[in-house]
């Protein structure tokens, strides 16, 4: 018998990124999108990385991220310098204005979250985020 596993985490993603955009449209948030936010949310963690460590937190190849981040740029939300150890690498740093955007964020984040479990004890919870670890972990071994 064939799993499901592989299509419903698709469909988990799919349905769930328009979910988000909806919740972060009715918070007011029209500055980024969802995909744009987990880039965000990675550089709220930690600022002023070079595009190839944030391509590896994001999950996202270096030129589909070089494209976001032109036009992240380009809404004033991210600048790029040049590291001044290393000439060649580029670093990506937010803005004032994205900074002050994370709460928001945060926000719409955690709205999602009780989405996500609603109806879920406490234990479930636990359980689904470590098979889900287990899973990003077991496919990110393919990429090494």
Same mark, same amino acid.
């Given at each position: 018998?064939?799993?499901?596993?592989?299509?419903?985490?698709?469909? =988990?993603?799919?349905?769930? !990124?328009?979910?988000?955009?909806?919740?972060?449209? /009715? %918070? !007011?948030?029209? %500055?980024?999108?969802?995909?744009?936010? +987990?880039?965000?949310?990675?550089?709220?963690?930690?600022?002023?990385?070079?595009?190839?460590?944030?391509? +590896?937190?994001?999950?996202? /190849?270096?030129?589909?991220?070089?494209?976001?981040?032109?036009?992240?740029?380009?809404?004033?939300?991210?600048?790029?310098?040049?590291?001044?150890?290393?000439?060649?690498? =580029?670093?990506?740093?937010?803005?004032?204005?994205?900074?002050?955007?994370?709460? +928001?964020?945060?926000?719409?984040?955690?709205?999602?979250?009780?989405?996500?479990?609603? !109806?879920?004890?406490?234990?479930?919870?636990?359980?689904?985020?470590?098979?889900?670890?287990?899973?990003?972990?077991?496919?990110? %071994?393919?990429? %090494?």
């Amino acid at each position: 018998m064939i799993s499901d596993a592989g299509f419903l985490i698709s469909q =988990i993603k799919s349905v769930g !990124g328009r979910v988000f955009e909806k919740l972060l449209s /009715a %918070e !007011g948030v029209n %500055e980024f999108n969802g995909a744009q936010g +987990k880039i965000l949310y990675v550089l709220w963690q930690r600022d002023n990385i070079p595009i190839a460590g944030l391509s +590896k937190s994001v999950g996202l /190849a270096k030129t589909t991220l070089t494209s976001m981040l032109d036009r992240m740029e380009a809404s004033g939300l991210i600048v790029r310098t040049h590291s001044q150890s290393d000439r060649r690498e =580029i670093l990506i740093s937010l803005t004032p204005r994205a900074r002050g955007l994370s709460a +928001k964020y945060e926000e719409v984040s955690s709205k999602m979250t009780a989405l996500y479990f609603k !109806g879920f004890e406490e234990k479930e919870i636990q359980n689904t985020e470590n098979y889900l670890k287990r899973i990003l972990e077991n496919v990110k %071994e393919e990429l %090494e």
